[in-house]
């Protein structure tokens, strides 16, 4: 295989890896949005690197003929979640798409690798249109959380380094470090509904601030400015209470009072 027709063939991985971020990215916010948890904390995508995907042709014998077959991880999304029960949501979100087919799944939190590995992995089927038409792949979503994210980082780039020999007294302390996310995973599982309700309060004002702001904005167009200027202080003075459900009853009175203007101007020109 030449260099151009690697590129050829890596184009479309590539499309897929932006496409499904984008997608997944899209989840986050409109979750937020709705002043909903989201079970995605972040997303990131690669496609593999040709001395990677090489390198496990060489391992798994497979011809160039099987790569985009045998090589189910040329596109690869990793979705990142706070929370050990979101790896659940997450998969379930993706089963539920009718972008995605899932080929197959591994439960590598359930059985855990010797090496101490931790995350959840679908294989996945995902069509791109290039300019030849539409062309069905298949990637690889790796769904784990913030901490086995940050175990997996560590022990890979030690893998780099080693190769496959990873010195045993550096094994054994990432075994010790694994049993380690395990129990951290554990605890802010028992916190999780704490955690997820300051959450989701301090997303409800964020979102409420921004309505109120917007309205207050749309208002200096249809009121005058004497009186807007009123109902910006009263903001100024219930977003120093700190209180969401004054801010919310504000939010409230700010949506009629911007009804009413809209409906007379919308009078006025008739
Ligand atoms: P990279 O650099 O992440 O692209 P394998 O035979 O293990 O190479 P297989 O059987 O196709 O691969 O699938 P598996 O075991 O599910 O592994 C796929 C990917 O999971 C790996 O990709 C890693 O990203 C991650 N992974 C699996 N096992 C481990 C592990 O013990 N430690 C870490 N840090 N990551 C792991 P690649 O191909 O290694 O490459």
Redesign the pocket.
């Known amino acids: 295989m030449d260099i151009l027709l690697w590129h050829e063939i890596l184009e479309p991985y590539d499309l897929a890896v932006k496409e499904l971020t984008v997608k997944f990215n899209h989840l986050i916010k409109e979750h937020h949005e709705k002043g909903l948890y989201s079970p995605i904390e972040s997303v990131c995508g690669?496609v593999?690197?040709v001395s990677?995907i090489l390198e496990?042709m060489q391992?798994?014998g497979i011809s160039p003929d099987d790569m985009e077959e045998q090589?189910?991880?040329i596109a690869?999304i990793r979705i990142i979640c706070q929370f050990v029960e979101d790896i659940e949501k997450v998969a379930e979100l993706i089963s539920k798409r009718s972008d995605i087919v899932i080929k197959s799944e591994?439960d590598?939190i359930k059985h855990m690798?010797?090496?101490?590995?931790r995350?959840y992995?679908l294989i996945v089927y995902y069509t791109v249109e290039t300019m030849n038409g539409p062309k069905r792949l298949q990637a690889?979503i790796?769904i784990r959380t913030m901490a086995m994210d940050f175990?997996?980082?560590i022990?890979?780039s030690l893998?780099y380094k080693y190769k496959a020999n990873i010195p045993e007294h550096i094994r054994d302390r990432l075994e010790g470090a694994a049993r380690a996310i395990i129990s951290l995973d554990n605890e802010m599982s028992s916190v999780r509904n704490e955690i997820m309700d300051a959450q989701n309060s301090s997303q409800i004002q964020r979102n409420l601030i921004t309505d109120i702001l917007n309205n207050i904005e749309n208002l200096y167009k249809l009121s005058n400015k004497r009186e807007v200027e009123k109902i910006q202080d009263e903001f100024y003075h219930i977003y120093a209470l700190n209180d969401l459900q004054e801010l919310k009853r504000f939010h409230k009175e700010l949506d009629l009072i911007a009804e009413g203007y809209r409906a007379q101007a919308i009078t006025d020109e008739l």
């Open positions: 690669r593999k690197s990677s496990k391992r798994k090589v189910e991880d690869g591994k590598y690798k010797d090496s101490g590995y995350s992995h690889e790796q175990w997996a980082t022990e890979h893998q």
